[in-house]
């Protein structure tokens, strides 16, 4: 069996669109359906001919291999590709993976009772509950659990990851994990958010299933975590994760006690709601829609709206091409409101150690993949005249 693409196939020239590639037997009518995204297929290893390549902007991605009369597509295919439609419900569920469904449902549902019960000082707390979790999220979980951008004392560093506790992104100890993974892997197979698997998976779906996620990570079953030794040896980061679900539940309890059911509506639905989706535009839109100007091999872009709701996480591009700066928006029209307040809290003393990327970086970074990329394209001259390459 040989493979094809097929001459019908729409292949998108715009760099924001991340269109994948339908890689069909070519002995087999041609059917209008999407597989998942190149980087899916570099699990696929040749037997001894030469790699499929793709040239896209800026790089060049091996994707597969030609596959021998044997069928090596249907055996090399990615988990991901296996699994019958509909694998993500009827499958085996973990306690916590119920946990994380039920609640999502459940402040979703608390969310679309909130604008039928106004109340300004209900209001109010859900802002101000929402500026707190979302700052746990970007500030603590992010710039200082995963990349370590810089230092705070226990007591503020605790802080800021007990609030990114309420923004239903699961205990540090599940996201930091993760989002190892998700950097050493990005927009590959291997990559446990990656967007290729369509936004509501990469938004909320990878959230409700440990077992997936943890394949994805290298880890035999959920709950591994081997990519946070740092973390499981701090009983405070232990104790959040064993107890996880317990505190939203307390918040929710002193929420309806303060003020009744239109708190409950508001500062725990909508605020939990609004709070979960906006931080997840990171990790979804931000790697199909957006600038570039950081030629870096995946596919995270800049993208301004996104910086807006996610208090600066949207210049994602800068991020993927400096993962320690604890400054996202490099330039002075980039409003970054979690580097303001890392800025704050150096002013005052609290904040230590801050990394920030220099002129010198850019023009070394800049360099590298400038180099990289002519290799790149010097490899793909040597192969040209061979029916696998395409051009995107």
Not at 95 to 102: K, L, M, Y
Request: hydrophobic letters at 40%.
């Amino acid at each position: 069996m040989s493979l094809a693409i097929h001459p019908n196939f729409h292949i998108s020239k715009n760099h924001k669109w991340r269109t994948c590639l339908a890689i069909i037997p070519s002995n087999r009518s041609y059917k209008s359906k999407t597989l998942t995204s190149m980087p899916c297929f570099t699990s696929l290893q040749p037997p001894s001919t030469s790699p499929l390549r793709i040239k896209t902007r800026g790089h060049v991605t091996r994707v597969a291999a030609a596959a021998s009369a044997a069928g090596v597509l249907d055996d090399s295919t990615s988990e991901f590709e296996k699994r019958p439609k509909g694998w993500f419900w009827f499958r085996k569920w973990d306690s916590e993976d119920v946990a994380s469904i039920c609640w999502f449902v459940g402040i979703h549902v608390l969310a679309a009772c909130a604008p039928f019960m106004l109340d300004s000082g209900a209001i109010r707390v859900a802002v101000v509950l929402g500026l707190l979790s979302g700052f746990g999220v970007t500030l603590g979980y992010h710039r200082l659990l995963c990349h370590r951008s810089f230092k705070l004392p226990k007591w503020l560093e605790y802080f800021f990851a007990y609030c990114g506790a309420h923004a239903f992104q699961r205990d540090p100890m599940f996201y930091v994990n993760t989002h190892v993974a998700h950097h050493k892997y990005t927009d590959t197979d291997r990559d446990p958010v990656a967007p290729i698997r369509g936004f509501w998976y990469s938004n909320l779906g990878w959230f409700c299933n440990n077992d997936y996620v943890a394949s994805k990570c290298g880890e035999p079953k959920g709950g591994e975590y081997s990519k946070v030794s740092e973390l499981k040896a701090q009983w405070f980061y232990r104790f959040l994760h064993d107890t996880y679900f317990w505190h939203p539940a307390a918040l929710a309890a002193l929420l309806y006690l303060r003020g009744g059911f239109s708190y409950l509506a508001w500062a725990m639905g909508m605020r939990a709601v609004v709070t979960h989706h906006f931080a997840s535009l990171a990790s979804s839109v931000s790697h199909k829609w957006g600038e570039r100007p950081w030629d870096c091999p995946d596919t995270s872009t800049n993208n301004w709206w996104v910086a807006m709701l996610t208090l600066g996480e949207g210049w994602h591009n800068n991020h993927h091409a400096f993962q320690r700066s604890a400054r996202h928006g490099f330039e002075w029209w980039q409003l970054d409101l979690t580097w303001e307040l890392i800025r704050f809290l150096q002013f005052v003393g609290l904040a230590t150690d801050v990394k920030l990327v220099s002129e010198a970086d850019k023009r070394r970074m800049s360099l590298k993949w400038a180099k990289l990329k002519q290799k790149k394209n010097e490899t793909v001259k040597q192969e040209q005249g061979n029916p696998r390459e395409v051009s995107v």
